[in-house]
Every structure is written in structure tokens, then in C-alpha cells.
């Protein structure tokens, strides 16, 4: 069975402040692929990002970075200098790499309020 | 545009009566998945179909059920609706795994029961 834990239910920050979402999860595939959706008010999920078991390099894309800790099964999000339009519920997924069932588990989600 | 077109985007109904939510996934996509988000349990995986066929089942109640058309858009039937079934409903597309570009999520139907 797969699991996707995010402890932090909401954080409020001021407007560029940095700030780190954590996401532990749990599997016994040795192979799979991890994901964070951000959902803004609008309510549609925007893919942010997909890493595979095999890589853990972390990652950066402008003002995002992932942090991919296969030791402690941790893959932390953190924005540098927040802004307003960060505010959104953000979701850790996995998801198995091989097999029949390619389906994704979600955590339950971190929501991300940045104060101008 | 996500690429994904989920219809119809709202939809407010009575409790005992039928819906059919349909989803048309993204070019070229063959896999389409069904999530339903409600505020107590969150994101919750309920179908897989993959060109055509039942991959994966979830946290599918019985009085759900769904299928893939042979034009690969998909439909989830939700019947004899109670009110814990309101809850925006999701469909995702992916190539197969989700090797190539994740899985692409359509804008989603918020179904209200009263």
C-alpha cells in the first residue's frame, strides 16, 4: 500500500518570506515516481513537478526547488521569496513506475496562504 | 487549456436522482483516471481505465460506475446520490504511467447534492 504524508495542514507567510512543504511518504515498490500538484482558488491541479525513484538530485525551476531524500522517504517543496500568487493548496502524490496500476495517491494537501 | 475537458463544470441535483460526468482526455493519452476530492477525505483515487479497459479500481462505491468509450473519453455514472457525494470530481489523462508528461487534470465537476 502506498501512503503520502503532509503534516503542515496550513502555513500563512508574508510576501517574500521563504517557505518549505514537507512530504514523507510510504511504499514498497522500489521504483516510483513522486509528484506536487498546486491547486489555487480557481480549484483546477496544476502539475508542478515529476521525479522518479532513481534520480535524487534535487531540482530547481525559478523560484521552486525540491528536495528528494530517498533515506528518509522526504520530498520537500520550498518556495523562495513568496509571493501572493503562491497561495494555493499544494499536494504530494506517488505513484508506482512499473505495473499495471499507474495511479496516484495524494496526501492531504498543504494550504499555502502568502500575506502581501 | 489543460487539454483535458471534463463537462459539465457544475451541477446541482437532488438526492436519489442519477448524473453522468463526462471527461475527454488529452490527445494521444489512452489512460483516464477518476478522482473525487470532498473536504473531509481529501484527493481519493476512484477508477482507472486504460484504452478501453478497467486498469486499477479505488474507493469506488457500488452505486458509481464508469467506462472508456472506444473514442477513449470516458463517463462516471454516480446514481442514487446522497448527500456525501457532493464533492468536485476530477479526471486525469496520461500517457501510459505517466512516463512522459505526468498526469494532466481536467478543470473538474463540482457536484452539489441537495
Known amino acids: 500500500a502506498q501512503k503520502v504524508t503532509q503534516a503542515q495542514t496550513e502555513i500563512s507567510v508574508v510576501e517574500k518570506e521563504d517557505v518549505t512543504l514537507d512530504c514523507v511518504y510510504e511504499?514498497?515498490?522500489?521504483?516510483?515516481?513522486l509528484f506536487w500538484y498546486k491547486q489555487p482558488p480557481s480549484g483546477e491541479l496544476v502539475f508542478l513537478i515529476r521525479r522518479n525513484s532513481f534520480d535524487e538530485q534535487n531540482e530547481i525551476s525559478g523560484r521552486y526547488s525540491w528536495n528528494f531524500q530517498k533515506s528518509t522517504s522526504s520530498f520537500n517543496f520550498t518556495i523562495t521569496a513568496s509571493q501572493v500568487v503562491d497561495s494555493a493548496v499544494y499536494f504530494c502524490?506517488?505513484?508506482?513506475?512499473?505495473?499495471?496500476?499507474?495511479?496516484?495517491?495524494f496526501g492531504k494537501g498543504i494550504t499555502l496562504s502568502v500575506r502581501p | 487549456d489543460s487539454g483535458v475537458t471534463q463537462t459539465p463544470k457544475h451541477l446541482i441535483t437532488a438526492t436519489g436522482q442519477r448524473v453522468t460526468l463526462r471527461c475527454s482526455p488529452r490527445s494521444g493519452d489512452l489512460s483516464v483516471y477518476w478522482y473525487q476530492q470532498s473536504l473531509d477525505q481529501g484527493l481519493q483515487f476512484l477508477i482507472q481505465y486504460y484504452n478501453g479497459e478497467e486498469r486499477a479500481k479505488g474507493n469506488i462505491l457500488e452505486r458509481f460506475s464508469a467506462q472508456q468509450f472506444p473514442d477513449l473519453h470516458s463517463e462516471l455514472n454516480l446514481s442514487s446520490l446522497e448527500l456525501g457525494d457532493s464533492a468536485l470530481y476530477f479526471c486525469?489523462?496520461?500517457?501510459?504511467?505517466?512516463?512522459?508528461?505526468?498526469?494532466?487534470f481536467g478543470s473538474g465537476t463540482r457536484l452539489t447534492v441537495v
Open positions: 502524490a506517488l505513484s508506482p513506475l512499473t505495473g499495471a496500476n499507474s495511479k496516484l495517491t
Open positions: 511504499t514498497r515498490d522500489t521504483t516510483y515516481y
Open positions: 486525469a489523462s496520461s500517457d501510459d504511467r505517466g512516463l512522459k508528461d505526468g498526469y494532466t
